[in-house]
């Protein structure tokens, strides 16, 4: 058996070859994926982003997810050359230039994620959590998440995700999964000044979504990947340039009914699904917050989390 | 619109193995087993599935019935009122004529 050990303690070509073999073992929080791909590139991408997580060159066991970042033809492997994230189904996944191969592993894994996993139910949410609990957050793409995460984590928040609360059903406890912080535009440069240049990976430029940059994650976030938290505050963050920051109490039917169109497979789940989003919320308090600047939402934030006692 | 054909004289029913329903104030949470949906309903949806849970009944007599329950009058809650309410409860498939039983 192979032990794991963090991507930076292989060198470059260790990686590069078990990248190009298809053996690289990445172990993230309750998964395990097994990447591949060529090229520069992804290579540099886990070597920067990726610098703390688990990994292993050769593969010791079956893995949850089978990733491979390849070209979308022939012709793009050469001419102008593209990848598209395969992750063993059909997704629709439009082609990237190879040097965006990090983008098109992260968009990978969040499809896998999103399609495939019923072993919880999944949201579109990021978390952090503390010893006394966790703070679920479910915005639409652009509600500020990523850098509320990203601000949460500099309060001495654990990261558990960016982009997916993964809810284990029997004991409706979230489950920590460690991917780096997406950031987008002029969040990149907000996190930036709050975590120091070197949390923060090179730019991606001229993306589907702009600029994408990724606050990794940190190595304590990593090694601790195996706990569980109880859900304490439920909030859902909407971001409206100008706007004075209000929150608005949630009832819990309403908290329900907006969770579940932000879950990915809360409808393949069926009873257990219903059950186990009741019991999370048991012991929780829902919010909508309205924020103009991150310091306000900061703001809101810290005095919510104190009033249900993180 | 109703989810099949239907008269006055057709007898309701919502099958309580098939839901689970968690009350609130206001309103009621309700996850439906065979469909996997939920929803959230009105006091006045939730009454009537509560009472076609206990006994089945007709137009009428789950008038009657959701008037005496939520104490109110004709002119709080007018019978074309539960009628409609009810037909949207068929098409969600929270309620289902009698001769369907399975369905609901």
Known sequence: MVNFAPVSSYSSQELAAALKAGSLEVALGPFTARAKGEGKPLRSFLQDTYRDVMVRLSLSDVTDIALDVRAPSLLRKYIRPQVIPDPGFQVPAVPLPKSMSG???????????????????????????????????????????????????????????DEFALLNMPDARLASYPRPVSLKNESIEIVRDFAGGDWVSPVISDTPKGKIAYRRARPEDITEAGETAVTKLVLFPR????????????????????????STNYHLLGEQGFNALRKMLDGAEAFEITYGTTDDSMKMVRDLAAKVGL | MAAGPY???????????????????????????????????????????????????????????VLTYLELDADDCPPSLVESTMLQLDDTGLIAPQNLAGSA
């Open chain 1, 103 to 161: 983008l098109a592993f992260e968009m990978g894994l969040n499809l896998v994620v999103a399609l495939k996993c019923c072993r919880f139910v999944t949201f579109h949410a990021g978390v952090v959590a503390n010893d006394k609990g966790a703070i679920l957050m479910s915005a639409e793409s652009g509600g500020g998440k990523s850098t509320l995460v990203a601000a949460l984590m500099e309060e001495g928040y654990r990261l558990y995700s």
């Open chain 1, 239 to 262: 971001f409206e340039a100008g706007v004075r920051a209000s929150a608005r109490g949630l009832r819990r039917a309403e908290a329900i009914m907006r969770l579940i169109p932000s």
């Open chain 2, 7 to 65: 008269s006055a004289d057709t007898l309701w029913v919502a099958h309580a193995a098939h839901l689970i329903v968690e009350p609130h104030e206001d309103v009621s949470v309700v996850f439906h087993k065979l469909s996997g949906d939920t929803h959230i309903l009105n006091f006045l949806s939730a009454a009537i599935v509560e009472l076609l849970e206990e006994q089945p009944g007709t137009f009428a007599e789950v008038t009657g019935r």
